[in-house]
């Protein structure tokens, strides 16, 4: 039995947020998946496929981290099922490129169930992140997002992140800028 790290109350089920372990990353899948989808749906570069594919690899991703020592998992449940996690990548030492000093923290996923998005959830997984990295003295915190995903940028910049990167993609399958996808969303 894990011990929760906080709860948040809405007008809706209690949320708990705890710490996971490796045990705890089948529970996970589902919301892995919609976020997977989610991304299918705004990125501009094709994404792993099939989801089976991409779920296996997130996983295989996930077990070296934690093997390594370097993981972090935050689950957050309603009535024992999962409806979204953070999963916290530990880095020692600082960037080549970024003064972070002795080490720093990548959110590697953040991912909540699309019937739960929008309701703080998000926000009280970051809380359990940067109270965990506080413990740890990691004052740094890195996010990759994707480009049209802005309801996670404007979550990010709330809590005081800034864009310092912007890593492009060239990939046998990725779409070009005129692609039907692109003129749809502008038109």
């Known amino acids: 039995m ?10 809706r089920p209690a949320v708990d947020i705890s710490v996971g372990s490796v045990s705890d990353i089948p529970r996970v899948r589902d919301a892995f998946l919609s ?5 299918r749906r ?3 570069v094709m994404l792993t496929g099939p989801d089976e594919r991409a779920w296996s690899e997130r996983v295989s991703t996930y077990e070296q981290y934690f093997a390594a020592g370097r993981a972090l998992l935050h689950v957050a449940r309603i009535d024992g099922g999962c409806v979204g996690y953070a999963f916290t990548v530990l880095h020692a030492g600082s960037d080549d490129t970024f003064p972070l000093g002795a080490g720093y923290a990548e ?5 909540v169930v699309p019937g739960s ?15 965990a990295l506080r413990d740890r003295a990691i004052p740094n915190l890195t996010v990759a997002v994707m480009c049209a995903n802005e309801a996670a940028i404007r979550l990010y910049r709330r809590r005081g992140l800034i864009p310092g990167e912007l890593i492009l993609y060239r990939i046998g399958g ?3 800028v005129d ?3 692109d003129q ?3 038109g």
């Open 117 to 131: 998005r929008g309701s703080g959830i998000g926000s009280v997984l970051l809380d359990a992140v940067d109270a």
């Open 107 to 111: 959110l590697y996923t953040l991912a």
């Open 179 to 181: 692609s039907p996808g």
């Open 2 to 11: 894990v011990a929760a790290v906080c709860t948040l109350a809405l007008m």
């Open 42 to 44: 705004i990125s501009t």
């Open 174 to 176: 990725a779409r070009s």
């Open 184 to 186: 749809a969303r502008a």
């Open 35 to 39: 976020l997977h989808e989610h991304h």
